[in-house]
């Protein structure tokens, strides 16, 4: 019980030591400890508060790697704190040979502070790891499984998540580049067994894919514009840019608008009534 119980009191000190404006949270005031509630954190991570009781009191000792990845981002923890989090949690460390799906610190505070541009943030095999509440006002809620169902390169070329707004086009150079995104990615990571799933059921399942992955064309992210059909305030015409993270894998995507259009009013109104759902 030694390890559990070290894990249940790691949690609550990172919990209590982390204050809800560093979570992009209101504060209201009216705390008796600085730090996250339980309530909180169970929001942050897309966990149970049932769950993370039973963490903290040592009740569930055998959180998965998912789980434990989605805490470090919520509590917002450093690349040794979140070694440490696998370590006393009896999980494997991931190693170098794997696609990591840390967050730093940095970068989720962008997340945070931007909210009023829809940001979303992927690995090197473009499996979507966070977004921020704009994103998913504007995109919906992505599936639940962190499967095919939340890779970026899937709903290009196989399906889309159910209830993703409708494209008005797709961009040839932007599939070309997820393309050689996972090209550069299993040379990068060969036993990494996710990723060489993704690609085998890709070129299965997609002719453009498999295609494209056989030609030996390179493709290179370039800014583009995206309109997308939404259901509640009709078409978002958006500007894309792709930004990597220095010293990761990691894509942030943010969707950009001038000032002064119908775009940028329909986007400051799913800011207030798209958030409230």
Same mark, same amino acid.
């Given at each position: 019980m030694t390890g559990s119980t070290d894990l249940g009191r790691a949690l609550h000190a990172w919990r209590d030591r982390t204050k809800p404006a560093e979570a992009g949270l209101p504060d209201d005031g009216r705390r008796r400890a600085p730090g996250l509630r339980r309530e909180e954190l169970a929001l942050l991570s897309g966990l149970s508060v049932d769950y993370i009781v039973r963490l903290e009191q040592s009740r569930s000792t055998n959180p998965s790697p998912q789980v434990l990845s989605a805490l470090a981002r919520a509590l917002r923890l450093t690349t040794a704190e979140r070694e440490h989090l696998f370590v006393l949690a009896g999980q494997a460390v991931p190693g170098p040979g794997q696609i990591s799906d840390h967050v730093p610190a940095g970068v989720q505070r962008l997340l945070d502070r931007l909210t009023g541009t829809p940001l979303s943030v992927y690995d090197a095999a473009w499996n979507l790891i966070t977004w921020n509440r704009l994103w998913a006002a504007v995109f919906g809620d992505p599936p639940v499984s962190r499967g095919f169902g939340r890779n970026a390169v899937w709903w290009s070329f196989v399906e889309p998540p159910a209830g993703y707004p409708q494209a008005v086009s797709r961009e040839t150079g932007h599939r070309a580049a997820f393309m050689?995104?996972?090209?550069?990615?299993?040379?990068?990571?060969?036993?990494?067994?996710? +990723?060489? =799933? *993704?690609?085998?059921? #890709? %070129?299965?399942?997609?002719?453009?894919? $498999?295609?494209?992955?056989?030609?030996?064309?390179?493709?290179?992210?370039?800014?583009?514009?995206?309109?997308?059909?939404?259901?509640?305030?009709?078409?978002?015409?958006?500007?894309?840019?792709? +930004?990597? =993270? *220095?010293?990761?894998? #990691? %894509?942030?995507?943010?969707?950009?608008? $001038?000032?002064?259009?119908?775009?940028?009013?329909?986007?400051?109104?799913?800011?207030?009534?798209?958030?409230?759902?």
């Open positions: 050689s995104d996972l090209r550069a990615a299993s040379a990068r990571y060969p036993k990494d067994a996710g +990723l060489a =799933a *993704l690609i085998d059921e #890709l %070129r299965a399942r997609s002719g453009d894919f $498999a295609a494209l992955w056989g030609s030996g064309v390179v493709g290179v992210h370039k800014s583009l514009t995206k309109t997308v059909r939404h259901a509640s305030v009709g078409e978002l015409t958006l500007d894309c840019d792709i +930004l990597s =993270a *220095l010293g990761t894998d #990691l %894509r942030i995507m943010a969707f950009t608008v $001038a000032e002064g259009g119908e775009t940028a009013e329909r986007l400051r109104l799913l800011e207030v009534v798209g958030l409230q759902v």
